[in-house]
């Protein structure tokens, strides 16, 4: 389990300073909603972001919040009574989890001014559910305040969104995500630096790469398999499909490792080496992208992401990795 230290730096936001500043003047001014939504891609600081707002709204210390007091450590740790943090059980937000909240929202607050309703990943709530929050956010009860995230808006209700204050967090400067790592986290200025590059500006998934250390070591094994499918001619690349087990969700990874080094070979191509991602890599790339050309780097990153696109509309994996060995451009003399 993480300790409280831990936690401190696992929720430091990073970046959107300019949300923090909005939020921080609404409390100020007492000007707030009853509902806000952060949207972005996944590990840019949607919850984390959420969470420090709630600090804001509870630490009865000072403004920005003091992150010492009660209120605060309990906000961190997740334990404070007047915070509730809602996630997807299972995959998707469940009615009987909203059916809970719309009952604890209309309760009066234990000891902050408001009840602080966090909605993790609204996008993968249910018809019923959404529209059960719906009915909620339709009639809020004066002392709750909702904070939904979702990936993008336009996968929520626009009845649901229209309701909610919408904040868009892009993604965070490399730069810095570096300075966090190696300050925040101990790594060293080189892997800091290549950390923040794959991460894309999310800075939770530079995290999870320190944390999951096989993580790490997949993504080598897939930039591996990457540059022996595109040397392999038909038969091999078939065999080699063939090897591949049945975990779409391990393909999905691997494809977005694919399509990364892919875009990152067109850079190279390009002239804009400094742009690279995988920049330990930079090397291998570079012979690769080289030999197979930009016509063909460029066709094969977009058959890379049509097939990815196919899974996440529930394609069949077998096929889908059947086509991409056919389809994919190599520079082996056959294919
Ligand atoms: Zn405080």
């Known amino acids: 389990m993480l300790s409280l230290n831990n936690w401190r730096t696992v929720c430091e936001v990073i970046g959107h300073e300019w949300v923090l500043k909005l939020l921080e003047n609404a409390v100020r001014k007492g000007v707030l909603s009853h509902s806000y939504l952060f949207t972005g891609p996944d590990g840019v600081g949607k919850r984390t972001l959420a969470l420090e707002f709630a600090r804001h709204l509870c630490c009865r210390v000072s403004l920005p919040p003091c992150g010492s007091c009660r209120d605060c450590q309990e906000i961190l740790g997740r334990t404070h009574p007047d915070l509730k943090l809602l996630e997807p059980e299972n995959g ?13 929202a209309f ?3 234990h000891r902050s001014p408001y009840r602080i309703f966090i909605i993790s990943d609204m996008d993968k ?33 626009p ?4 309701r909610c204050q919408v904040f868009n967090l892009r993604p965070v400067p490399e730069s810095q995500i570096q300075e966090f790592l190696e300050k925040n986290w101990g790594v060293e200025s080189y892997k800091a630096n290549l950390l923040a590059r794959l991460s894309e500006g999310c800075p939770g998934k530079a995290i999870r790469f320190i944390q999951e250390e096989e993580l790490f070591k997949r993504r080598e094994e897939d930039l591996e398999a990457f540059f022996y499918i595109l040397k392999s001619d038909t038969v091999a690349r078939l065999e080699w499909a063939g090897e591949f087990g049945k975990d779409e969700e391990r393909l999905k990874e ?3 490792w694919w399509i990364l080094a892919a875009r990152d070979m067109l850079l190279i191509l390009e002239g804009a080496r400094e742009k690279v991602v995988n920049a330990d890599c930079l090397g291998k790339l570079e012979a690769t992208a080289v030999k197979l050309g930009k016509e063909k780097t460029r066709m094969g990153l977009k058959e890379l992401r049509s097939i990815l696109a196919a899974l996440h509309r529930n394609a069949n994996l077998r096929l889908a990795l059947d086509v991409l ?11």
Not at 92 to 104: A, D, G, N
Not at 126 to 147: G, M, R, V
Not at 159 to 162: A, D, E, G, L, Y
Request: aromatic share 2%.
């Open 159 to 162: 009845t649901i969104v229209s």
């Open 107 to 109: 309760l009066a607050p």
């Open 92 to 104: 998707s937000i469940k009615i009987e989890q909203i059916r809970e909240l719309h009952r604890e």
């Open 125 to 157: 709530a249910t018809p019923e559910a959404a529209n059960s929050l719906l009915k909620i956010l339709e009639e809020p009860p004066l002392h709750s305040i909702f904070l939904l995230t979702a990936t993008s808006p336009e996968l929520l209700l």
């Open 325 to 335: 060995m056919l389809k994919l451009p190599g520079f082996s003399q056959e294919v």
């Open 254 to 256: 691997m494809l977005n």
